[in-house]
Structures are given as structure tokens and as C-alpha cells.
């Protein structure tokens, strides 16, 4: 592509009109779902216009748009952060040492979706022009924090093929994992517990059996099943969560109203409710071709409920509505036993200071040997069938 590129960095999604910003984050919506929901114009606006994200949440808003010809070509969700909370691939240990060095690593670059430890796409573009996108977009943001004296970019959670891309630029690549389902063509889970060890199937049975007991029913909502007072509900499962987790939570109540407004056709809210009231409720989001687990909470502490509405009852729904996979969010090597494999992640990093990079390249080197030995050993160790004599 010879035509000059434009680079532009805005301070919110919404100065960039929705069908602008989509036509490159999810070109494929045009005949269905999207891909990725959390690279919709929809969902990343709902978090600037709920105060989830901007001032005085150390998430600054600065979507950088690429144009050719006065035409969106592509885009990214670029952030400046002033810490490192709500990005799941974390680099507290990098800004400590180089603190104690005596250097600033606030504020820094992170091209993500906030709070959202969802792999896909960070680098969007037209379809045909990936390679040219990607670039633009790379220099861009590599400019932005050259030209401002930031010591870091940050780009979480991308897709393996544009983690090679940056990497052949010069970042750092960096591969850690989460737990994933993957649907083998089941029918329905019993049909899933079937490819399960006998040990293994025998434990979610019991799980489900120990669930089914908290004294009232699950329900799966999605759509205009969802209403008001079950988003009032699941606030406080969220303020519950958050709190012991991050100390604050993360979104603001609003954001909640956003996503229902705009998107509750891509929302899956699973809630159990004891006398007609929900005790507890775990929030997803539908992909194209996977369900993406997001948040859990309770108001009363019932055994196995959590692996319940987060796990099993994600699988079952995935199972029913085609769905190939199920990402269960961050962290836990207790979804391995549950049927979640460990599956790698990527990210990419460029650090201003040269000593810092390298010691940083030196590390990464390490740990992804030792998450490419881990996955091996999780994914041998896990609860899958071996052999018919293990039945």
C-alpha cells in the first residue's frame, strides 16, 4: 500500500464513529457474531461512558487510528497507565527493580482491552491489509512512548500470529497460560464426561450433585431475559468479588448498564436464586465460537456453586449453542481437573531502557521454557482418558 498512513491518537472511543471502529475490530460481525466482543466499539465505549476507564482510574483512553485516504484502515485500544492493575500479565516485578534503579515506569503504554484477560486481536485492521495495519500501528504507539519519555509498551493478551509480527519488530515476546475447554464434537456433557477418566467424571458428578443441593434453581439468561434487577443483583456479587480480590472493584455500576444496553444479546448471565431471590451469578461473554467467563460472585457461601455456574454450567451451554471453546478467565489450575487444558498466552513488551530490556529478554527466555514444560506436564496430568482400561 503506497498511500501515505495517518496516524491519530483520540482520548475516547466515542470521538471515532462505532461502524469506523468496527469495520476493522470485527469485519466479521457483517454475517454474524463477532469474533472478539471485548474489541467491539460497543464494549470498549461502554467502559469510557461508565468511568470504568479515564480519569482517575489510571486507565487514560488513547485509541490509536490509522487512516489512508481519509479511510479507517486500523485501529488499537491504547491505554496510558499510571499502575499495573486489571491487566493480568503483569509486570510489577519489572517496575520495582527499575524504581529501585531509580527510574520512572509510570506512566506506561498498555495496547489491551482493560480488565479483560481475553486472548484476540490488539492490531486491527481491514481485512488485506493486516501487514501494513500492524505496522502502522506498532511504529505508532513505539512513537508515542519514544516521544513522550514513557518507559514502557505493553500489548496484552494478542494473538499468537501478531505476538510473531511484533516480535520481528524487536519487542519482547512473552508466553505465559490460562485453562481453556475445548469441545471434541459432544452432544451434551454427558457426552463430555464420557472422555473423562473414571476417577475424574465421578468427582464433577458429584460436584454438580453437591451444587444442585444449595436449595433452589440455575438459571441461564441472555438477551431480553436479562432485566434490571438481575444486574442490581450481580452488583453486589461483583462488589463482593472485587473487593477480596483487587480491593476495589474494577467497573463501575454503570458499566453494567452499558453492556445491558448495548449488548446483552452478546451476554450470557448465569444466576442461581433461592426463593425467588439470586444468591449468586457468573457473568460471560459470547464470541462467535467461544463463551468467555468473566466474573463470579455470591451473596451465601454454597459448596461447589462456583464451579457450578462458572464451569459446568458454561460447558453444558456451550455444548448446546455450538460453541467450540470455553475461556475461563485468568489463572487456576483447579479448572484442570474440571476439563480445562492449559493453553499458552501472548504478549508483547518494548522497554526504553536498554539495561531493563535485556535483563527483561533474559527472563522471558526462562520462563517460557518453563510454562513450554508445564503445559506439557498439566496437559499429560490432565482428565482426559488415557486408555479404555482406565473405565
Known amino acids: 500500500m503506497t498511500t501515505e498512513i495517518e496516524l491519530t491518537a483520540l482520548s475516547s472511543l466515542t470521538e471515532i464513529d462505532a461502524a469506523d471502529w468496527d469495520a476493522v475490530a470485527c469485519p466479521e ?53 499510571g499502575h ?50 500492524r505496522a502502522a500501528l506498532l511504529q505508532g504507539a513505539l512513537s508515542i512512548a519514544q516521544q513522550n519519555h514513557l518507559s514502557s509498551l505493553h500489548i496484552t493478551f494478542c494473538t499468537e500470529e501478531e505476538a510473531e509480527a511484533g516480535a520481528e519488530m524487536g519487542l519482547l515476546h512473552r508466553v505465559t497460560q490460562q485453562f481453556h475447554w475445548e469441545n471434541r464434537g459432544y452432544g451434551d456433557f454427558a457426552d463430555f464426561l464420557a472422555d473423562l477418566s473414571s ?48 480491593g476495589t472493584p474494577y467497573l463501575t455500576r454503570r458499566a453494567f448498564s452499558e453492556f445491558h444496553a448495548t449488548m446483552r444479546d452478546d451476554i450470557l448471565l448465569v444466576l442461581a436464586e433461592r426463593d425467588g431471590q439470586p444468591v449468586a451469578g457468573a457473568l460471560n461473554f459470547i464470541g462467535r465460537d467461544t463463551l468467555f467467563g468473566r466474573y463470579w460472585g455470591c451473596t451465601e457461601e454454597h459448596p461447589c456453586l462456583h464451579f457450578e455456574l462458572c464451569y459446568y454450567q458454561a460447558i453444558d451451554w456451550a455444548i448446546a449453542n455450538g460453541l467450540s471453546r470455553v475461556e475461563a478467565g485468568a489463572q487456576g489450575e483447579h479448572k484442570l481437573a474440571r476439563g480445562y487444558l492449559p493453553t499458552p498466552v501472548h504478549s508483547l513488551h518494548w522497554l526504553a531502557d536498554p539495561g531493563l530490556s535485556d535483563a527483561v529478554e533474559r527472563y522471558l527466555m526462562a520462563e517460557r521454557e518453563a510454562i513450554d514444560e508445564e503445559i506439557e506436564v498439566l496437559t499429560a496430568y490432565g482428565p482426559f482418558r488415557r486408555t479404555t482400561s482406565e473405565e
Do not use: M
Open 199 to 246: 476417577r475424574k467424571r465421578k468427582t464433577i458428578r458429584k460436584e454438580r450433585e453437591t451444587a444442585a443441593a444449595f436449595g433452589g434453581e440455575i438459571r441461564c439468561l441472555t438477551g431480553d431475559q436479562i432485566e434490571t434487577q438481575h444486574w442490581d443483583a450481580f452488583w453486589e456479587f461483583y462488589q463482593d468479588t472485587g473487593a477480596r480480590k483487587w
Open 84 to 133: 499495573s492493575q486489571g491487566e493480568y500479565i503483569f509486570d510489577h516485578n519489572w517496575a520495582r527493580a527499575y524504581e529501585q534503579a531509580g527510574g520512572r515506569y509510570y506512566p506506561k503504554l498498555q495496547l489491551a482491552v482493560p480488565f479483560t484477560p481475553a486472548t484476540g486481536r490488539r492490531l486491527l485492521t481491514l481485512p488485506g491489509l493486516e501487514a501494513t495495519g
Open 29 to 81: 460481525a457483517a454475517t454474524g457474531r463477532p469474533v472478539d466482543p471485548f474489541t467491539t466499539h460497543r464494549f470498549l465505549a461502554a467502559l469510557d461512558r461508565s468511568q470504568s476507564t479515564g480519569a482517575g482510574t489510571g486507565w487514560h483512553p488513547r485509541p490509536l487510528i490509522a487512516r489512508a485516504a481519509g479511510r479507517v484502515i486500523a485501529a488499537a485500544p491504547l491505554y496510558a497507565k
